[in-house]
């Protein structure tokens, strides 16, 4: 049975500077993402112990453990491959069409997300997501890990709005956070995942 494991990084701890530091980065990757991955691996070694002794007792509290921690994998996965040293701009295409249609402009699903990230209460995400039942772009608050969101959402553009992303450097000042997200998104990967979704 296959075990989860951390991501390689797609690009060096420091290649993020000045918007977000080598430290930070080191630390949210090599500590941070790393702990839900070990999380996972070890919860479904716990649900495996429970289904052998037939003892579930505990089953809500360590489902709840699983989907806590591999969703923090998963986004996770997903923020590093939607930042890019080279980031920024706006999408064309297909997608800078569709985030126009579904938004209004690029301009209010800027503010959209942004709102969305700076405003979650506690620790969260901003995610833009693709909904296949009606076939949209919208925008959701993640709390925690997985909160708050639509069943069947496909996430495309994940801005991490937990404290260690960001606290080192700008300390509660979130907004000035996710204002540089925006000049780091690797557009290419969001497109990718759009395109993914839509197929699926």
Known sequence: MGQYTLPDMPYDYAALEPAITGEILELHHAKHHAAYVKGANDTLDRLAEARDKGEFGGLVGLEKTYAFNLSGHVLHTIFWQNLSPDGGDRPDGELGDAITEHFGSFDAFKKQLTTATATVQGSGWGV?????????????QVYDHHGNVGMNTAPLLVFDAWEHAYYLQYRNVRPDYVEKLWGLINWNDVIARYDAARGA
């Open 128 to 140: 833009l997501a693709w909904e296949p039942l009606g076939r949209r772009l919208v925008v959701e």
